[in-house]
Nanobody, 123 residues
Framework: QVQLVESGGGLVQAGDSLRLSCAASGRTLSSYTMGWFRQAPGKEREFVAAIRWTGGSAYYADFVKGRFTISRDNAKNMMYLQMNSLKAEDTAVYYC????????????????WGQGTQVTVSS
């Protein structure tokens, strides 16, 4: 089992920055891919970014390229999502997820999920 706990969400204005954190525990994550997804009201949960725990290769959704950066701290078992130039359409609940395997953006391949953290961007 992998336990995931997100933090760092909040209410910000358009153009501001925010950093989300995900604390992981329970298993050695060396063979895992960690991801961020988000779900806006009335919409499906969508992929945001993913990173290989070992090596740090990352993959982003097109709509966040150049604005968001995913990273991890192996020693602390932490993953982060640095979000810059936030827009009103970034408003959503952001979820941390873990997948045993290679980089993927496919939601169904992630077997472990956190409870989510709300990000609200006012325009």
């Amino acid at each position: 089992q992998v336990q995931l706990v997100e933090s760092g969400g909040g209410l910000v204005q358009a153009g501001d920055s925010l950093r989300l954190s995900c604390a992981a525990s329970g298993r050695t994550l060396s063979s895992y891919t960690m991801g961020w997804f988000r779900q806006a009201p009335g919409k499906e949960r969508e992929f945001v970014a993913a990173i290989r725990w070992t090596g740090g290769s990352a993959y982003y959704a097109d709509f966040v390229k150049g604005r968001f950066t995913i990273s991890r701290d192996n020693a602390k078992n932490m993953m982060y999502l640095q979000m810059n130039s936030l827009k009103a359409e970034d408003t959503a609940v952001y979820y941390c997820a873990a997948h045993y395997g290679v980089l993927t953006k496919t939601r169904s391949e992630y077997g472990y999920w956190g409870q989510g953290t709300q990000v609200t961007v006012s325009s």
